[in-house]
């Protein structure tokens, strides 16, 4: 580092000036040093910028904690302040498509009487990645349906220092579905812990199976496919298995709005049964009162009432609680702890009088969102916000949000609030359902107004799901045609837009005989209709004997008076289409799920891409090399189908691909395994120019089983948007 700071040196009219460039020294951050004899007071300036690629983010905003100050970045990312006093602050930097990053910054020197200018690079991790997690017990392997999964902690990698993500803007979590899977998307590229709970499914009111954490290391643009096993409960002790809450005696202070625990076994919740204590250490000892919130069974947020600001303030902290079976768990330690850049009311008579409310992804709001974007226009005075939130069932009393401590004298603030999991419905099958069966008011209040409260006069805004709910697909799963030698199933799954009261009755299946074997057609009285987990969704299922042909047959689906948790109801009969059953249903339009396919190595990911077609060929989803940049140097991947039936007479595979490599030694290969002989069909490389249909007969894989596998291979030299897949099926030629 000496050596870095020799060959940078430039002296200018007797000042010193310093600068480390990153690229010439080493990865750590930009320090530049100014040196006179005028203030006490510091400088900082900044370059904000994505992680990995170090490139500017336009656009992005920043404000300090503690110093008042906050605006936007120019075009290359970077800002400056002017006048803040020695201490620590807390910067808090976002940018669009990017994960808000919350920067400690200590700003100290070692002359008296100093201006001294504090630059480095503030790093943002782009939103961009997704985990495909799978949860299965640990006896059986089973797969594990309305487990619920959250988002506890997020690290940046370690040579970043002082850098922390806000989970507020991240999202939170969801349950896995009934093949135990779960799929988070919009993930900042990083390493993301996870912890996995299961609810009580046999009703003996304790988990079925015990807490799970683990941590996933996620890639910009990339899809992880990620494994969790759960060992039954057995209860016991409880044990903090993850916190942010600090580790000794911190100085320079821990900035967060609260401490956040997260228990291995579910703990009570009622009121009364958690104790806490913080105390002001310093000399008058006084208690702080701070409000315990049971986000969930197993997670607790504690929070002072009114913001610690005082730095130099440190504190006693203990904490005692008990699991459900009794058991108790208590802590006690001291730290600095700061949660707030000045206290709440003032003289500001200002108020946020044209507050809205819309989803952050730009679509109407709905039953499946707790994340809301909020807009206002800034009050001059306001010294930032305070963020709250009441609905009408579980919390009729304001609940805190967070903190918005961007201060602009005009023009429009946005700013993304997370609901806590306490606003979220459970009563159905264990399964989260945000906004469903109730009504969120949102309220903005000036951290400096003269009534601080929220309420009356301060402007609010009130979200609700107004829109009804529909059927929007029947998805036939199985073969219209049994030859196997053994009775076999025949399944059509049915969607829904919105999950599903209770009080609705069960769709109804017709069939009509329309062609193929008029002596065999489907019984509708025969099939069994199962609600999976959240009534999102569900399937009717047939019985296929052996020899039967129900290809040719037409089915349709109707279901009267759908109505959503939320009580929006389609008043009458919902029909859908009439769909006649194919000899084949494997149909994979990869819309609602990566339906079964799994990939190796580095790529290959599901979703809506942004680069090559910019679209998906049917709808909005498919799979692709890398959905939001170029495929890398040096890969070898495959993607991997799920065992799909061939039919017996004529064969024929279909999908449509989207290709754009390095003419020489970059391609994708396509092969047919049936388990004995893997037969390659055909190889892409190139330009596409477009969607293309490709067709190829199987004859030679004619009534087996297969597994198809979409290989790509890369050299070192040029990388490309890659190769894009959708809309794959095996059927009869002719048909």
């Known amino acids: 580092m000496l050596n870095c700071f020799t060959k940078c040196r430039i002296t200018v009219l007797g000042l010193i000036l310093l600068f ?11 320090t530049n040093v100014y040196i006179s004899e005028d203030t006490d007071t510091f400088t900082v300036s900044g370059r904000v910028v994505s992680y990995p690629e170090k490139t500017p983010v336009a656009g992005a905003s920043y404000s300090i904690m503690g110093g008042n100050q906050a605006g936007s970045c120019d075009q290359n990312g970077y800002f400056k302040v002017a006048g803040l006093s020695p201490g620590t602050y807390q910067v808090v930097v976002s940018g669009p498509g990017h994960a808000t990053s919350l920067v400690t910054m200590a700003l100290s020197g070692p002359y008296s009487k100093t201006n001294i200018n504090q630059h480095r690079e503030f790093y943002l991790l782009k939103a961009s990645a997704e985990l495909d997690l799978t949860v299965r017990g640990q006896d059986t392997g089973e797969v594990l349906s309305g487990v619920t999964v959250e988002v506890v902690g997020i690290r940046f990698p370690d040579w970043i220092h002082g850098h922390e993500i806000d989970l507020q803007t991240v999202p939170g979590g969801g349950q896995t579905d009934e093949n135990g899977q779960v799929i988070l998307t919009g993930m900042p590229a990083t390493r993301v812990m996870i912890a996995a709970r299961a609810h009580d499914a046999d009703g003996d009111d304790k988990p079925d199976f015990g807490t799970q954490v683990h941590e996933y ?41 609260s401490l956040y625990f997260i228990f291995s076994v579910p703990m009570q919740t009622e009121a009364g049964k958690t104790e806490m204590s913080l105390v002001q250490d310093n000399s008058p000892y006084q208690e702080i009162p701070m409000t315990a919130t049971w986000t969930s069974p197993i997670r607790l947020e504690l929070t002072p009432i009114e913001p610690l600001t005082d730095q130099n303030m440190d504190y006693d902290f203990s904490l005692s609680a008990f699991s459900e079976d009794g058991l108790p768990y208590a802590i ?85 609030s997370t609901l806590p999991p306490s606003f979220d419905r459970y009563e159905v099958d264990g399964i989260q359902t945000a906004f469903a069966g109730t009504e969120v008011t949102f309220c903005v209040v000036p951290k400096r107004a003269t009534i601080s409260t929220p309420g009356d006069s301060h402007g609010t805004v009130v979200v609700r799901d107004n829109q009804a709910p529909s059927m929007t697909r029947v998805t036939q799963i199985g073969n219209g045609i049994n030859g196997t030698g053994r009775p076999a199933y025949l399944e059509f799954g049915v969607l829904f837009s919105e999950f599903i009261d209770p009080s609705v009755a069960d769709p109804v299946i017709e069939v009509t005989e329309a062609g193929g074997d008029p002596a065999y057609t489907l019984d509708p009285a025969s099939a069994s209709w ?21 290809s040719g047959d037409n089915i349709r689906v109707t279901i009267n008076d759908l109505t959503d948790l939320s009580g929006n109801t389609t008043t009458g009969l919902s029909v859908t289409d009439w769909k006649m059953v194919e000899l084949w249903g494997d149909v994979f339009d990869f819309e609602t799920s990566p339906q079964g396919w799994t990939r190796t190595g580095d790529g290959w990911q599901w979703g809506s891409p942004s680069i090559g077609p910019g679209g998906a060929h049917g709808s909005l989803r498919c799979w692709g090399l890398s959905l939001d940049g170029n495929y890398g140097p040096n890969w070898t991947t495959d993607l991997l189908s799920p065992d799909i039936f061939v039919p017996g007479t004529n064969p024929v595979l279909s999908f449509w691909s989207w290709y754009y490599t390095d003419t020489y030694d970059d391609y994708v290969r396509v092969y047919a395994d049936d388990g004995v002989t893997e037969v390659l069909l055909v190889s892409f490389h190139g330009n596409s120019g477009g969607w293309v249909l490709n067709s190829y007969e199987l004859n030679g894989f004619a009534g087996k089983r297969i597994t198809l596998r979409f290989n790509f291979t890369s050299n070192s030299y040029s990388e490309y948007p890659g190769f894009f897949l959708d809309d794959v099926t095996i059927d009869t030629a002719g048909k």
């Open 20 to 30: 480390v460039f990153s690229s010439g020294c080493n990865d750590e951050p930009i």
């Open 217 to 257: 290391p996620l890639s910009t643009g990339e899809t992880t496919t990620g494994h969790m096993v759960m060992a039954p409960y057995t209860g016991g002790a409880p044990n903090v298995i993850a916190s942010n809450m600090p580790s000794g005696y911190s100085q320079p202070p821990f900035i967060a709005p």
């Open 332 to 416: 006690w330690t001291r730290f600095y702890w700061q949660t707030g850049d000045d206290s709440v009311g003032g003289d500001c008579n200002g108020v946020v009088t044209d507050l809205v409310a819309g989803n952050p992804l730009g679509t109407d709001i709905d039953f499946n969102t707790r994340t809301i974007m909020l807009s206002w226009s800034a009050v001059s005075c306001a010294g930032g916000y305070r963020i709250y939130a009441r609905d009408d069932r579980n919390n009729t009393q304001w609940t805190f949000l967070r903190d918005e401590p961007t201060d602009y004298e005009t023009g429009a603030i946005s700013a993304v």
């Open 530 to 550: 199962v609600w999976n987990a959240g009534r999102f969704s569900g399937q009717f299922i047939f019985e296929i004997p052996d020899g039967a042909d129900a």
